[in-house]
């Protein structure tokens, strides 16, 4: 096992080595993650973790072609968003990994240099982060995306994958696994929290820095998306969407390529998902869209 943690003057330049009164306990944040609140129709993400790096964070029943598939689309999406929307790396640039899992986008972006905190709700994914191997200057934290007990303005770019649907839809929605329509949906008993945690990110990003929230496996327009960041005061910057579960040419890539292809294969298809399509066009069945979102420079905005 590989997991190299800050050094703590490190930590105290940005304020997290220090102690502070919002921090969530440990315990309080199992006993979220818990329930069944951010769960999908299958198994928990705490039976998930195990199933293998990929298999336990995309598709647990699909074939290794098809996950490595939709592993190296989102990697694409990250690698563009990180590329265009993010400070180059160094020792004071922070990324935040929200709703990290098995850590494939902390070993990405750690290996391009830069300090990564890889946070999850489920202790099990963050087990298994550090046992895949956490790059130098990288660390994990176990929280709940609404209470990131973190400074405010300390991130410099967030990055999130397949995290915040389930704050967003009730578990009956077919994006969380369940059988209705999102959009039709409905559970009395469900609160959605999405709104709070673009409030609690939009505390934590730097002025200027932007968050890139890729959706994965979506049946809705990606409007229910948007008035929670809008509120908590970023600024959209871009929609894309980067894949569609039954397009043609996705399909011919995950059937007809040989494995060493598909990363090369991904990325093109992402490309032309992203030149292509309009997001807004009414279409049936699952699609990937990539949110980008920018919180105003200080001098130049009113907060909200
Ligand atoms: C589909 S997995 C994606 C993991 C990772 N982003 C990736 O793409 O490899 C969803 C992850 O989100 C985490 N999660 C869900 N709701 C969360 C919340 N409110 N706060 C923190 N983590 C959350 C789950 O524990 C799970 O590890």
């Not at 102690?19 to 129709?41: H, L, P």
Request: charged letters at 25%.
């Amino acid at each position: 096992m590989l997991a190299i943690h800050l050094e703590e003057s490190d930590l105290e330049e940005v304020g997290w080595g220090k102690k502070m009164d919002s921090e969530v306990d440990a315990q309080s944040v199992k006993t979220s993650a818990q329930s069944d609140k951010y769960e999908t129709a299958g198994p928990a993400w705490s039976e998930r973790a195990t199933a293998g790096e990929l298999s336990a964070v995309l598709d647990p029943s699909g074939t290794r072609v098809r996950n490595l598939f939709l592993h190296h689309t989102s990697l694409a999406a990250a690698k563009h968003s990180v590329r265009r929307f993010a400070p180059r790396p160094g020792a004071h640039v922070r990324l935040l990994d929200y709703g990290c899992g098995t850590g494939r986008f902390i070993r990405q972006f750690g290996s391009r240099g830069y300090q990564v905190t890889g946070m999850d709700i489920t202790p099990e994914m963050l087990d298994e982060a550090e046992r895949f191997g956490l790059p130098q200057g990288c660390e994990t934290k176990l929280a709940d995306g609404g209470s990131l007990a973190m400074p405010d303005n300390s991130v410099d770019f967030i990055w999130i994958c397949g995290v915040l649907k389930y704050a967003l839809f009730p578990p009956a929605a077919a994006c969380r696994g369940g059988d209705t329509d999102s959009a039709d949906a409905e559970d009395p008993d469900f609160v959605p929290t999405y709104d709070g945690l673009a409030r609690e990110m939009y505390r934590v990003l730097k002025d200027g820095g932007c968050v890139a929230n890729l959706e994965m496996y979506v049946d809705v327009a990606p409007d229910p998306f948007l008035p929670g960041f809008g509120k908590a005061g970023f600024h959209l910057e871009r929609i894309d969407v980067v894949r569609r579960e039954n397009g043609r040419f996705e399909r011919y890539q995950t059937g007809r390529i040989p494995s060493p292809l598909v990363p090369l294969n991904a990325a093109a298809a992402v490309w032309i998902r992203r030149a292509l399509d309009d997001p807004h066009r009414p279409l049936v069945g699952f699609r990937d869209y990539l949110f980008l979102w920018k919180k105003p420079n200080h001098d130049t905005y009113t907060s909200p």
